[in-house]
């Protein structure tokens, strides 16, 4: 308790610089034991970079979709089968309603219905396509559904397609190195200061390594918190954080221990 107690009186007096090297030893901990996890959703938060050939139906409450979408699926030249969400059905009956001529009454029974996206692969034939809408509307029937105009949406910008690949291929690369980077500099300026600090407290008592004992209690309390998180979150690469929880304690053994010769 008493080097627990020191780190935070020591902390108090340099508030600042404390706060950032437990933030970013929170943060290099927590990427580097989720790093999988967090990879795949910020692939996720990237918009496509492909271009988009899709065209958007509206289907009667009475036709199951799941039945729709196993049928549809396995058609040579539909990539995807996408179900809107709720937001975007409000966007896509507007644009139907326009498209249509429908008005204000018949937008509103519409909104009831349940929407979906039909992907189709690029470039492919407009005998193709009208195949796969006379096919949908078969199984639907003709009553049930209503089919939008085929859209192309052709993403050109080479600078930001280039952009997006980068993330899109090295998504954790870039964060930990930032992350990596500010933790230098705030542990080795937190570290310049506990010098004097733990000289003071050697010098006027009979405790031996305190530098390196304070930077251990320190480092224990960022991996007490990354596992009440990963508890909290319900997160299970536990074997993770204990790998990553062991480099992080052997690091103030490299920089904070100070081998002394007795006589």
Request: proline share 2%; aromatic share 12%.
């Amino acid at each position: 308790m008493f080097y627990l107690n020191e780190i935070i009186n020591f902390s108090k007096r340099n508030i600042f610089l404390s706060f950032i090297l437990f933030l970013s030893s929170f943060a290099l901990l927590n990427t580097a034991s989720n790093y999988t996890h967090y990879e795949e959703e910020i692939v996720k938060l990237i918009p496509k970079l492909e271009n988009e050939f899709y065209f958007n139906a509206i289907l009667s409450k009475d036709i199951h979709v799941d039945q729709v979408r196993s049928k549809i699926s396995d058609l040579p030249g539909v990539v995807d089968f996408e179900l809107s969400s709720q937001a975007s059905m409000k966007s896509i009956i507007n644009n139907l309603g326009t498209e249509f001529g429908l008005n204000n009454e018949e937008v509103k029974v519409m909104s009831e219905l349940r929407s979906f996206r039909i992907n189709l692969q690029e470039n492919l034939s407009q005998k193709s396509i009208s195949l796969i809408r006379e096919y949908l509307e078969r199984i639907a029937g003709s009553e049930n559904i209503l089919l939008g105009a085929v859209t192309k949406k052709v993403n050109d910008d080479l600078i930001i397609k280039s952009f997006l690949r980068s993330i899109k291929q090295w998504p954790m690369q870039g964060i930990i190195a930032l992350v990596f980077f500010i933790w230098v500099i705030s542990f080795f300026s937190f570290n310049s200061r506990l010098i004097n600090h733990s000289y003071i407290i050697e010098k006027f008592t009979r405790k031996n390594s305190v530098r390196l004992k304070m930077a251990l209690s320190l480092f224990s309390v960022v991996i007490i918190s990354n596992l009440l998180f990963f508890i909290l979150m319900e997160q299970s690469s536990y074997m993770s954080l204990a790998l990553a929880s062991a480099t992080l304690l052997l690091i103030p053994f490299v920089f904070c221990y100070k081998l002394t010769w007795r006589k």
